[in-house]
């Protein structure tokens, strides 16, 4: 396939490769495949068990090896009726009587019923939490920007850089601010500094009494967001079959129903299970997140693309690249096989991106004329969120110039422009080398009909699945994350160091000595 170019494939009939699930349709007709590399890549998926580790992800099998775990993340969003079970028992009444709880507290809060501790409305939630925790509800708050209730303003404290509370906190009151305590382990550091940070605020400014009024906590570690002073009943638990990375539809998507209410977040759900169902169910030929899951394999491994940008062409979808920079890379970043054997091939791609238009005019010229070739997802809804071209309005106009632009970055990435089309414009000698669009990016383009809970489920439930396929097929292990923890292990050590003003710690490489002596005479001069 080297010397095939997307050109030449598109002149042949490419309707195999366009797929509609979950009210979504995946055109992969730009990849820089023809059918018998197609064939070969699901007959790949077959020999490395796709199938089997599709079934055994659902039937709550413990997948996640090296944490002894399963991957229940499907059952969040499952119906009583859909039965999943863990070791033998069914999770299903469980899941429910957490959204229940959830439904129950966001109506209150919604309805005033649930006050701060001076009697003033909510007006404000601080969801407190990073990774996981954080960037699946900062990106969902955003997404649904359309459907939230505007009297509900919500606020993402993630970095323990305290400049991050520190600015929430200078924009919200305290009498009428939630804050939520979103950490699976209760235990990241980053984390419960900031939660100490927001209760010290609450405590300085309405007394030790309304921590009760002003704090909810969603984590797998119920007692200890107990110990910290939690009430019971705004505790809201999941299950530790749920990666951090794939929980938004677990209590981590708190904020996100406050924000749109209990309803639409069942879609959200519901849309969610209609991309599950559509991947458990489908032959792997015909299943959207296989075949984003194996270009993905087949750009990665074998066309040697070391990144993937996302493209999402909606202001509203804006954290999305970030969100699944934490789904793919820290779910895919790996290179020892599940058997503990070093891999032989290339694994997860970084992925990275922002909104179009605006990347067009910033990194979009590296994408089609620079030396590294980059693959990309390019994403857009069929309508606006919000019409008006009922009254031939403006959002319907600029909607259709947005998704214009949309395809017409599929079509010259994918496509590009030869010397003789150049040629023909009647552009000069010397200029026709520079305006030759070299084309041959391959771009898959995710269509859905609107920006809606229901679609941002799917299209959200699409990754989750393709990222899993990935792993299987590098036979790879998606849900653990150790590379994460000896960073965290090491600062711990230089925060004591630093307390201490210990500038020789054995513990630490001689560079990292130096720049904590550099660190602290820094800090003993006076002030500029
Ligand atoms: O960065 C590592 C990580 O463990 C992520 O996988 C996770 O989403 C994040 O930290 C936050 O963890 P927790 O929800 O336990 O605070």
Not at 220 to 236: C, K, L, M, Y
């Amino acid at each position: 396939m080297r010397d095939e170019s997307i050109r030449s494939l598109l002149r042949s009939d490419r309707e195999f490769l366009r797929i509609d699930a979950a009210g979504m349709s995946f055109d992969f007709s730009r990849q820089r495949l023809d059918s018998p590399v197609l064939e070969s890549l699901v007959a790949l998926a077959e020999q490395t068990g796709v199938r089997q580790s599709i079934d055994a992800m659902f039937a709550g099998t413990r997948v996640n090896s090296t944490e002894g775990r399963a991957a229940l993340h499907v059952a969040l969003r499952g119906r009583p009726s859909d039965s999943f079970t863990v070791d033998g028992e069914d999770v299903s009444d469980a899941v429910e009587n957490v959204v229940g709880r959830m439904e129950e507290f966001a109506d209150r809060v919604r309805s005033g019923a649930h006050r701060g501790a001076t009697g003033e409305r909510i007006t404000d939630v601080v969801n407190i939490g990073i990774g996981g925790s954080d960037l699946g509800p900062a990106m969902a708050y955003q997404a649904l920007r359309a459907y939230r209730d505007p009297n509900i303003t919500c606020h993402f404290v993630s970095n323990v850089d305290p400049a991050d509370i520190i600015e929430v906190l200078s924009r919200v009151t305290p009498e009428k601010t939630l804050f939520i305590i979103a950490s699976k382990t209760f235990t990241t550091a980053e984390t419960m500094i900031n939660a100490e940070h927001a209760r010290t605020w609450i405590v300085d400014h309405l007394g030790d009494g309304a921590v009760g009024a002003h704090f909810a906590a969603v984590s797998t570690a119920e007692q200890f967001a107990d110990d910290f002073g939690i009430e019971r009943q705004n505790i809201f638990g999941f299950w530790d079959w749920v990666g951090g990375r794939y929980s938004l539809t677990s209590a981590v998507g708190l904020s996100t129903m406050l924000a749109i209410g209990p309803l639409r977040f069942r879609e959200l759900l519901d849309g969610a299970r209609a991309m599950d169902i559509h991947f458990r169910d489908t032959a792997l030929a015909d299943n959207a997140p296989v075949l984003m899951g194996l270009c993905a394999v087949w750009n990665r491994s074998f066309l040697q693309m070391s990144t993937s940008a996302v493209l999402p062409y909606s202001r509203d979808l804006a954290r999305l690249p970030a969100y699944l920079q934490q789904l793919t890379m820290e779910s895919n970043g790996k290179s020892v096989r599940i058997d503990g054997s070093p891999v032989t091939y290339d694994t997860g791609a970084i992925y990275w991106g922002e909104p179009g238009t605006n990347g067009q005019h910033s990194f979009f010229q590296l994408l089609h004329q620079g030396t590294d070739e980059v693959c990309s997802d390019i994403i857009l809804a069929a309508r606006p969120t919000s019409s008006d071209r009922q009254s031939g309005g403006q959002i319907d106009d600029q909607h259709d110039v947005l998704v214009a632009h949309a395809l017409a970055q599929a079509s010259v990435l994918s496509v590009g422009l030869t010397r003789e089309e150049v040629a023909a414009t009647g552009v000069s000698e010397d200029l026709v080398p520079h305006k030759v669009m070299p084309g041959n990016r391959p771009v898959s383009v995710i269509m859905m009909d609107q920006l809606t809970p229901l679609s941002l489920g799917a299209l959200l439930a699409a990754y989750e699945h393709s990222v899993f396929v990935q792993a299987s097929v590098w036979q790879i292990n998606p849900f653990d994350q150790w590379g994460v923890e000896l960073g965290k292990k090491v600062a711990s050590g230089i925060v004591d160091d630093i307390h201490q003003r210990q500038v020789d710690d054995p513990e630490l490489d001689p560079a990292t000595r130096a720049s904590l002596a550099a660190l602290l005479v820094r800090r003993d001069q006076p002030r500029s």
